[in-house]
Antibody
């Protein structure tokens, strides 16, 4: 069965960096675009970034552009999110999600999330 | 990339039908049939419910249906059941390989 398991969250000071990972199993990872979606405590969902199945294309929400970098290692079946210059407003649960198609933005499977808290 | 507009809350009694609206603009909902809906129970990850405006993934009850008119998409849940009580989010393609979610709607089953 499809499984996505995020890791790497934690408490980090403003301005510091953190790298999240999402380990995939149960499907051919290299055939699917992958996304990061976040949810601030008590708030709604916010799309963060997408990477194409080959890794050649990546796109970001304006709120993270220039600070976050999405990447993937298809040989390790793992998606990453490098987060730099973290701010308080980046505090959220971060989910990785599989795209049903080739970047159609239909998130058919989600991980359980990893919590990032930016605080001094 | 402004969030799509959803009502903060809706409610209904068991067996009734409810509809949740999701209003965007001609740059997102109105311009693409790439609208999807997600159900989220407290403390859980979102669940994929509807895609491409009205398509249902396998395993999702046919009590859930989607539609779109102009800049507004809608999710209808018929025959409300207690387990439908959750938060619901719409999502639309917004161009340039970006996506936007709605603010979410809390469904209460009375």
């Amino acid at each position: 069965q499809v499984q996505l398991v995020e890791s790497g969250g934690g408490v980090v000071q403003p301005g510091r960096s953190l790298r999240l990972s999402c380990a995939a199993s149960g499907f051919t990872f290299s055939n699917y675009a992958m996304h990061w979606v976040r949810q601030a405590p008590g708030k709604g969902l916010e799309w963060v970034a997408v990477m194409s199945y080959t890794g050649s294309n990546k796109y970001y929400a304006d709120s993270v552009k220039g600070r976050f970098t999405i990447s993937r290692d298809n040989s390790k079946k793992t998606l990453y999110l490098q987060m730099n210059s973290l701010r308080g407003e980046d505090t959220a649960m971060y989910y990785c999600a599989r795209d049903l198609g080739q970047q159609l933005g239909f998130f058919d499977y989600w991980g359980q999330g990893t919590l990032v808290t930016v605080s001094s | 990339q402004s969030a799509l507009t959803q009502p903060a809350s809706v409610s209904g009694s068991p067996g009734q039908s409810i509809t949740i609206s999701c209003t965007g603009t001609s740059s997102d909902v109105g311009n693409y049939n790439l609208v999807s809906w997600y159900q989220q129970h407290p403390g859980k990850a979102p669940k994929f419910m509807i895609y491409e405006v009205s398509e249902r993934p396998s395993g999702v009850s046919n009590r859930f249906s989607g539609s779109k008119s102009g800049n507004t998409a809608s999710l209808t849940i018929s025959g409300l059941q207690a387990e439908d009580e959750a938060d619901y989010y719409c999502c639309s393609y917004a161009g340039s390989s970006t996506w936007v979610f709605g603010g979410g709607t809390r469904l209460t089953v009375l």
